[in-house]
């Protein structure tokens, strides 16, 4: 009987249909648990993919991949002017400047021939003045050294230090006789040029000679973590107390002071 009352068209339960009010209660919960757990599912991925991007280079790396460079520059071919030779001096060229001055790769890439030839040899009375307070290390790196200004971001002169093993092998991608012979555009005033009217790109020079040796960690060989690295390294050494560094055998044993004080004989 109450059945049929229920059903009847005079009974009016509109008015609770128009409110279920546990239904909407139920429906907030579910979307609210829903986007609780899609923001905790971001933020793991997030924190995954932030401690992957972390890590400086492991310096048995960087040691490995300047050993490379420094015995290919070593054993580099003058005489050779093929563009296949061309293109392994400015490789290898690339990637020495890259781990040594640890610019930004654009940086390495925008040295023009004019900027090699306008490089710096002289001493002006301003550096001659600072060159008296400076040390020994300092005047001989300044002495063994080519610096070359280049156009930075914002259209700032960045200083590009040549050591003093690149050297021969900076001569010879700014000899003009050797790019002709090379195949190079003549309007084409990059130093690190391609044989068309472009440059080559000096993170794929540094990759090239990551993938040439066995490193434990070549992804995190990249011009911004060298940088990192760089600030890093130089933050605890002005930590270090002299003593703690130790004589000149612990020095010498230690790669990351050689790789910071290295003076290229």
Not at 125 to 138: D, G
Not at 139 to 160: A, C, D, H, N, T
Not at 188 to 197: G, P, V
Not at 213 to 237: E, F, G, H, M, W
Request: glycine share 4%; charged share 30%; net charge positive.
């Amino acid at each position: 009987m109450g059945a049929l009352i229920t059903a009847s068209p005079g009974f009016d339960d509109e008015e609770d249909w128009q409110a279920p009010s546990t239904a909407i209660r139920l429906g907030y919960e579910i979307e609210r648990m829903l986007s609780a757990k899609w923001a905790e599912g971001i933020k793991s991925k997030d924190k995954a993919a932030a401690n992957d991007k972390k890590g400086l280079p492991e310096p048995e790396d960087i040691i490995k991949i300047q050993e490379k460079i420094r015995n290919d520059i070593k054993t580099f071919d003058e005489k050779d002017t093929t563009p296949q030779n061309f293109r392994f001096a400015a490789v290898v060229s690339q990637a020495r400047l890259l781990l040594y001055n640890k610019l930004r790769s654009g940086e390495i890439e925008g040295i023009r021939v004019k900027d090699y030839v306008r490089r710096q040899q002289s001493v002006t009375n301003v550096e001659r003045s600072m060159r008296a307070e400076s040390t020994v290390l300092e005047q001989k790196l300044l002495e063994s050294q080519y610096l070359i200004e280049v156009r930075g971001r914002l259209g700032r002169g960045v200083p590009v230090i040549v050591p003093n093993d690149t050297k021969r092998i900076m001569k010879y991608l700014a000899s003009a006789d050797v790019r002709v012979k090379a195949g190079i555009q003549p309007r084409n005033d990059f130093l690190f040029s391609n044989t068309r009217f472009g440059v080559l790109r000096a993170y794929d020079s540094l990759k090239a000679f990551c993938d040439k040796c066995c490193l434990k960690k070549p992804d995190k060989i990249t011009s911004v973590n060298l940088r990192k690295y760089t600030a890093t390294i130089a933050q605890s050494l002005e930590n270090l107390h002299s003593r703690e560094i130790g004589s000149q055998e612990d020095f010498d044993r230690c790669p990351i002071l050689v790789e910071l004080y290295s003076i290229d004989r």
